[in-house]
């Protein structure tokens, strides 16, 4: 069974990620797949860095769930101006993505 997950990193971690070190530690997870859910679980993670990776992971019969690599993440969202406002990207773009970050 797999899950969507939220991590919010800053360049530092996100560079590691790139470098193929897996995302460990805090995760959230939406309470269901409604869309409102999803925006609070992505707000959550906002709090702790300036990007969210969002992934889908594997996830244990104990409702652990697997480290995020770089093969798992769907999106980045990224406050790159420090407005609070994120903007979308694909994780193809995560260069562009670190060259906002600085």
Do not use: F
Not at 55 to 63: L, M, P, W
Request: net charge negative; aromatic share 2%.
């Amino acid at each position: 069974m797999s899950v969507r997950v939220w991590v919010g990193v800053d360049a530092e971690r996100l560079r590691a990620l790139r470098d193929g070190s897996p995302l460990d530690g805090e995760v959230v997870a939406a309470e269901s797949d409604d869309e409102q859910h999803e925006l609070e679980a992505l707000e959550a993670a906002a709090e702790d860095g300036p990007v969210v990776v969002v992934a889908e992971v594997a996830q244990s019969a104990d409702g652990s769930t697997a480290d995020v690599t770089l093969a798992d993440v769907e999106a980045l969202h990224v406050d790159a101006d420090g407005s609070g406002n994120l903007a979308w990207y694909a994780p193809q773009e995560l260069e562009t993505v670190l060259g906002l970050l600085g």
